[in-house]
């Protein structure tokens, strides 16, 4: 066995999917490939004739530009007056719902921060609760293992009831 040369039944079979590979291609997707290229030419093409019309329209319309030029110059010198006045208007009117925001959102987080005070607090009571009812059990049970243990307890219990 040669590494270098492919075998007769190889090159067959290669061939024979070369083939039908080939026969897909040309059947399904070389048509679908050339109407897409066909239309984006027609959509250049319409660009390309768009864009010349464009051009000419703009050729003539350069007198008309340098009126609305001038138009448009004195027209911005008003809206750039209107708009400082507006601006100045906008800037006090955002700081005072600023301050009035700022406001609102300190008193809602002191009002966070106390609520989250007050549920550590009520957790840390809780647990310590827990903590001594469990260490107050331990010493419970070790103190009644033993039967002297009882018999002590129930003796102080009946001393400080009576």
């Known amino acids: 066995m040669n590494l270098l040369l492919p075998d ?26 050339t109407g897409m290229v066909e239309k984006r030419t027609r959509r250049i093409d319409d660009a390309i004739g768009a ?3 464009a051009e000419s329209r703009l050729k003539g319309l350069a ?14 010198d008003r809206i750039l007056k209107e708009a400082a006045q507006e601006r ?6 955002a700081q005072e719902q600023a301050r009035a925001e700022a406001g609102k959102i300190m008193d809602e987080t002191r009002e966070r921060i106390r609520q989250e005070k007050e549920a550590a ?29 009882q018999k002590e307890l129930v003796d102080r219990m009946f001393e400080e009831l009576s």
């Open 8 to 33: 007769s039944g190889l090159l067959f079979w290669m061939t024979i999917i070369f083939a039908i590979v080939f026969f897909l291609l040309a059947k399904f997707g070389f048509p679908v490939i």
């Open 51 to 53: 864009a010349r019309e």
């Open 63 to 76: 007198a008309e530009q340098e009126q609305l030029i001038s138009d448009a110059r004195a027209e911005h």
């Open 88 to 93: 100045e208007r906008m800037i006090a009117s």
């Open 121 to 149: 607090l009520r957790d840390i009571r809780r647990e310590v609760a827990t903590l001594s009812v469990a260490i107050a059990e331990k010493v419970v049970r070790k103190e009644l293992s033993s039967d002297e243990g």
